[in-house]
């Protein structure tokens, strides 16, 4: 059974409906890649997969049942979340806000164990900011940020991991470290993986499922080789270009066409 599934949902805010009637499956142990133009609900959708935001009408699924009536410990011990934009408490320490991502693991009167410590130590290395640790997060550039908010999601060492736009304010080599590290994580742990990114390449290389949105609708699913056409670049992003191979990892490849106007 898919553990986390999306079934004929209407998602939005208050009174205003971005998706209507979506459904999904994510499959374990993949890295899903969520696709599509500015404001076509993908960031929408992902938070579904979480607690953030419940559906106006339809069920988001975790093994059977109803996410929004779970447990709000269990949830975190099975999804963590790594949002778009987090924002730290003022005037803490990297180390600190790591150290965070361990509290669905505690328990009351619970000390800090040798595990939390381990965890916290694996994820800043993961990602590389031990260096950081003792630094205060508001002093720090908006790529070592994202890089530390990468590290509290790690640290909760959950089955399931969604990423909002993960490679946000990173550079094009720590945006390459990070998939790298997703997918590392990915074949070594058996994490599934759900991002939202903007770059098509890059989630045609990494990923090894698409869900393609338009619209505030689902448009397609499935591997890359049979999401990322042609035509299909065309009807959801409006753009003229050929999609051919990876020299490097066989993937698609979207080159937009020379104009020569």
Same mark, same amino acid.
């Given at each position: ?5 999306? =079934? ?9 409906? /971005?998706?209507?009637?979506?459904? /999904? ?38 093994? #059977? ?14 999804v963590g979340l790594l949002p778009q934009? $987090?924002?730290?408490? @003022?005037?803490?320490?990297?180390? @600190?806000? /790591? ?12 000390? +800090?164990? $040798? @595990? ?9 290395? =993961? ?25 509290? =999601?790690?640290? %909760? ?6 990423? !909002?736009? $993960? ?7 720590? %945006?390459?470290?990070?998939?790298? *590290? ?13 991002? &939202?990114?903007?770059? *098509? ?6 990923? @090894? ?5 338009? !619209?505030? =609708? ?5 591997? $890359? ?7 299909? /670049?065309?009807?959801?992003? #409006? ?14 490849? &979207?080159?937009?066409? +020379?104009?020569?106007?």
């Amino acid at each position: 059974m898919t553990r986390l599934t999306v =079934a004929e949902a209407a998602l939005g805010y208050a009174d205003r409906i /971005v998706c209507e009637e979506v459904s /999904v499956e994510i499959p374990d142990g993949a890295f899903t890649v969520i696709v599509g133009p500015n404001a076509c609900g993908k960031s929408t959708l992902l938070k579904s997969l979480t607690r953030l935001l419940q559906p106006a009408r339809g069920s988001v699924l975790l093994d #059977g049942e109803s996410l929004h009536r779970l447990p709000t410990k269990h949830v975190a011990r099975e999804v963590g979340l790594l949002p778009q934009g $987090p924002v730290a408490p @003022d005037g803490i320490r990297v180390i @600190d806000l /790591v150290s965070r991502g361990r509290y669905p693991h505690q328990k009351l009167f619970s000390p +800090w164990s $040798p @595990d939390d410590e381990a965890a916290v130590a694996e994820a800043m290395d =993961a990602t590389g900011i031990r260096h950081l640790s003792g630094r205060l997060v508001d002093e720090l550039s908006g790529g070592q940020r994202q890089r530390v908010w990468m590290a509290v =999601a790690l640290a %909760q060492q959950t089955p399931i991991l969604l990423l !909002d736009e $993960p490679t946000t304010y990173l550079d094009l080599s720590h %945006q390459v470290e990070l998939l790298e *590290l997703c997918r590392a994580l990915n074949r070594a742990a058996g994490t599934t993986l759900v991002a &939202v990114l903007h770059d *098509l390449n890059q989630a045609a290389r990494y990923a @090894d499922h698409i869900v393609a949105m338009k !619209d505030g =609708a689902v448009v397609a699913s499935g591997r $890359p080789g049979e999401v990322i056409t042609e035509s299909l /670049v065309a009807h959801v992003f #409006g753009l003229d270009a050929r999609v051919i191979a990876d020299p490097e990892s066989g993937s698609p490849l &979207v080159v937009p066409r +020379w104009s020569h106007g």
